[in-house]
């Protein structure tokens, strides 16, 4: 525990808008891979982390769903659930959350004021400043403890064995969603090595779980287990059937489980939630059962922001979380599979360290236009850029200057069967679906 300082300047709370902008401030000591400034930091906390439980969550895409499934349930069986999650779509709080419920302004600020004052420590002791990933990852640590929460469903940041959340010792189960081709910089340029460094996730008292993956990942992933004596359970997507989309909502039976019915869609979702189920199934081995009529309920209620989200009906219009290569192509396949012969509207908006070609090659043969909107911040890209890589593979393409101006303008270009489709960095998504959800209160103001 943090010792309390007698000097009451120093014991003084920031605002929330301090806070926020010490956050921002903090975005200069970058992303740092390696386990040093994490285990300093928790150290210094009395290393909350070792009086946790988890289901650590690692890959490329389906993180957030396969957390939002679990956790969703392990609330309803009565369990005080923690859950961390990155990046955010519409507040800073959402990645740190007890029972779905945000961390609180108050208690954000309460806990960042401790968290600054241990970094002014380690700073004075030679030591390193940590990342904001780091910083935000031992706030968790620190909360859910002092919460009491009885698990936590976490999600890596990048992955890996040099992952910050990988001090963490009380693996129950260690997840795997699709592992892709991402973050090469600092992961590798192939999936053999990516997958060598996510599988650092796994430790030798936990269960491993992956949902089925490319020979090569699947290759690298029963390596791992069987170095480490860990059982691997695999939940392959292929045995789901009778899959139904309506409504906003899909059903699957998968094993013995008759219409599963989540309120998730997009094609890649049955992946996500027959691997939330092989989750939950090795959970209920390491004392967190919960009954079939709890799992039931807990799949229906779960949402999920961004992700495939249907935010009109007339016309269709779609968010989506597509950023890189394999959201791309689980994008294309979702769009085959509920809008063929339909006229697609797009509205796109791309990081600049992502692969903006290969997602543009993706998903543009489906599109009748396509709007480009910037993205911010230090790796953002201008609109005008990213419709000279478009103009490259599709000739109908529009620079727009800002979100709300996109979103007006797709509504004026579809009629009641068009369906506008808005992907790319979740950086900007929050306040796409702000706007659109605007825009339908004025619509009902007027009516």
Known sequence: MIEEKEDKKENKVMSYQETMEYVDSLQ????????????????????????????????????????????EVLKEA?????????????????????????ITKKDLCIYMTRLKEVCLQLTEEGKAHPTPFEIETALAFLYFKEKNCDIVVLETGMGGELDATNIIENT??????????????????????????????????????????VPEVMEVLEDKCRKMGVQLTVADPEKA?????????????????????????????????????????????????????????????????????????????????????????????????????????????????????????????????????PTSGSRGLSSYELACEVKKFHSSVTALDSVEEAVELSFLMADKDTVIIAFGSLSYLGKLITAVRNRDKKKEVKI
């Open 28 to 71: 200069v000591y970058g992303s740092v891979p390696g386990l040093t400034n994490i285990r300093n930091l928790c150290e210094k906390l009395g290393n909350p982390q070792k009086d946790l439980k988890f289901v650590h969550i690692a890959g490329t895409n389906g993180k957030g769903s396969v957390l939002c499934l679990v956790s």
């Open 78 to 102: 009565g369990y005080v659930t923690g859950r961390y999650v990155s990046p955010t779509i519409f507040d800073y709080r959402e990645r740190i959350q007890i029972n779905g419920r945000m």
């Open 172 to 213: 129950l189960v260690s997840v795997f969603v699709s592992i892709s081709l991402d973050h090469m910089k600092f992961l590798g340029n192939t999936l053999k090595e990516i997958a060598a460094v996510k599988s650092g996730s796994i430790m030798k008292v936990c269960i491993a779980v992956t949902v089925r993956q």
């Open 241 to 373: 059937t009778g899959i139904v989309s309506r409504a906003g909502k899909q059903k699957f039976t998968y094993g013995s489980r008759k219409e599963v019915t989540i309120s998730l869609m997009g094609k890649y979702q049955i992946d996500n939630a027959v691997t939330a189920l092989e989750t939950l199934d090795a959970l209920s081995g390491k004392g967190f059962a919960v009954s079939e009529k709890v799992l039931y309920r807990g799949f229906l209620k779960a949402v999920w922001p961004g992700r495939f989200e249907l935010l009109s009906k007339k016309p269709v219009f779609i968010a989506d979380g597509a950023h890189n290569r394999d959201g791309a192509k689980r994008l294309a396949d979702s769009v085959r599979f509920y809008f063929t012969n339909k006229r697609i509207i797009y509205i796109m908006g791309i990081l600049r360290d992502k692969e903006q070609e290969e997602i543009i090659r993706q998903t543009c043969p489906f599109a009748e236009q396509i709007l480009t909107v």
